[in-house]
């Protein structure tokens, strides 16, 4: 951890010591501002019983600038698309250096929650959502068994 930031030390620091409910964040031991995630899929959600891999970046402009978050299990979500890129407001236009690592993973959680469709990164899903959520739902669910079960984890 030498020669990064005080304030990544602490976080990174602070996510070992009090991690985020069905949230695991672990630094590459080779590059500490990278980070290795799994997000449990929340109850009551299509994603529930998966557990995804995403990674998360912390770019030298942080906190100045938003990490990069991004999925690499594969994920039936409108606001996520093929590549594993994240329509989040707070990755975006809505970043503020007040918020930190553990903001930005418990938004990424409150996304699987509740899918906007509205506003979407994956076109296609969010118009199978808003023509027959139980269709798009349906197959959130089977994506999550496919690609995102308890057992992948390595």
């Not at 970046?57 to 978050?69: D, H, I, Q, T, W």
């Not at 590549?83 to 918020?99: E, M, N, V, Y």
Request: charged residues 25%; contains cysteine; glycine residues 4%.
């Amino acid at each position: 951890m030498a020669g990064l930031p005080r304030r990544i030390i602490k976080e990174t620091q602070r996510l070992m010591q009090e991690p985020v409910p069905g949230i695991q964040a672990l630094p590459d031991e080779k590059n500490a501002r990278y980070f290795h995630v799994n997000v449990s899929g929340p109850a009551d959600s299509p994603y529930e019983g998966g557990v995804f891999k995403l990674e998360l970046f912390l770019p030298e402009e942080y906190p100045m600038s938003a990490p990069r978050v991004r999925f690499m299990t594969k994920i039936y979500h409108p606001n996520i698309d093929k590549l594993g890129r994240i329509c989040l407001d707070i990755l975006k236009d809505k970043w503020s250096p007040a918020l930190q690592i553990r903001t930005v993973l418990l938004s990424v959680q409150a996304l699987l929650s509740a899918p906007n469709p509205d506003d979407p990164l994956a076109n296609d899903v969010a118009e199978h959502w808003k023509e027959n959520e139980v269709s798009a739902i349906e197959q959130a669910k089977e994506w999550t068994l496919m690609y995102a079960p308890v057992n992948n984890l390595k």
